[in-house]
C-alpha cells in the first residue's frame, strides 16, 4: 500500500501565483518523520524540510511554507509568489519509527511548472 | 568536503552484464541508503545499511547486492542486469538518530540503461 500519496501529479502556474502541493500519509506509528525534497530539472535532490509527528508547528521559510494536520495525515506544502527556479518535482516522504530516518518512502512526486 | 559521491554518471549495459556503482561518503555519515527513482513512482529503497559489515533490504532489493566494508564506500552491485533495472540511483547518507536536524544527504545519481 502506497504510505505517502501525491495526489497532483502535474500544477502549472504563472508567475507570482501561490501553488500549494498537497501530501497524504499513512502511518501506524506514533512516532515519524516528514520531509520535503525539491528535484529541479538538473536532477539532484535538494532538502527542504524535516518535521517530527510531535511537532504540528507550522513552518515558514521564506516563501516556503508548510501545514501538518495530523488530524487528516495531511503535510501540505505551500510556495507563496512563485518563480520561474521553483519550476522542479517536488516529493514529499514519510519515515517511520524512532530512529529509521534513513528509510523513506516517497510519494510519487508533483510537478510544478512556473510560467513566466 | 565532497558530501556524497556517485560514480559513474551514466551507464549503458547489456541484459546479463554485472556492474558495480559506486557511491561514497566522506562526512563520517553511519546510515547509507540506495534508492532507484522510476518516472511516476518516486523513490524506491533497494539496500540500506546502519554501519559497517551491517546491511539489510529494502523495499525493492531483488536483483541487487550490497555490502560496507568501510564507514565511507557502499557499493551498488548488479549481479546479471535486465531492462527493469533501467533507472537512475540515488545513493545517500545521514547521521545518527537523535540529531534534530538530521537529513538524508543524496548523491547526484546514477542513469543506468540495460538495452
Known amino acids: 500500500a502506497q504510505k505517502v500519496t501525491q495526489a497532483q501529479t502535474e500544477i502549472s502556474v504563472v508567475e507570482k501565483e501561490d501553488v500549494t502541493l498537497d501530501c497524504v500519509y499513512e502511518t501506524r506509528d506514533t512516532t515519524y518523520y516528514l520531509f520535503w525534497y525539491k528535484q529541479p530539472p538538473s536532477g539532484e535532490l535538494v532538502f527542504l524540510i524535516r518535521?517530527?509527528?510531535?511537532?504540528?508547528q507550522n513552518e515558514i521559510s521564506g516563501r516556503y511554507s508548510w501545514n501538518f494536520q495530523k488530524s487528516t495525515s495531511s503535510f501540505n506544502f505551500t510556495i507563496t509568489a512563485s518563480q520561474v527556479v521553483d519550476s522542479a518535482v517536488y516529493f514529499c516522504a514519510l519515515s517511520e519509527g524512532v530512529s529509521n530516518d534513513y528509510k523513506l518512502s516517497f510519494g510519487a512526486g508533483t510537478t510544478v511548472t512556473v510560467r513566466a | 568536503n565532497a558530501g556524497v559521491t556517485q560514480t559513474p554518471k551514466f551507464q549503458v549495459l547489456k541484459t546479463g552484464q554485472s556492474m558495480t556503482l559506486q557511491c561514497a561518503q566522506d562526512?563520517?555519515?553511519?546510515?547509507m541508503s540506495w534508492y532507484r527513482q522510476d518516472p511516476g513512482m518516486g523513490l524506491r529503497l533497494i539496500h540500506y545499511s546502519v554501519g559497517a559489515g551491517i546491511t539489510d533490504q529494502g523495499e525493492v532489493p531483488n536483483g541487487y547486492n550490497v555490502s560496507r566494508s568501510t564507514t565511507e564506500d557502499f557499493p551498488l552491485r548488479l549481479l546479471s542486469a535486465a531492462p527493469s533495472q533501467t533507472s537512475v540511483y540515488f545513493c545517500?547518507?545521514?547521521?545518527?538518530?537523535?540529531?534534530?536536524?538530521?537529513?538524508?544527504?543524496f548523491g547526484p545519481g546514477t542513469r543506468l540503461t540495460v538495452l
Open positions: 545517500a547518507s545521514s547521521y545518527d538518530v537523535g540529531r534534530n536536524d538530521n537529513e538524508q544527504f
Open positions: 518535521r517530527n509527528s510531535f511537532d504540528e
Open positions: 562526512m563520517n555519515h553511519e546510515y
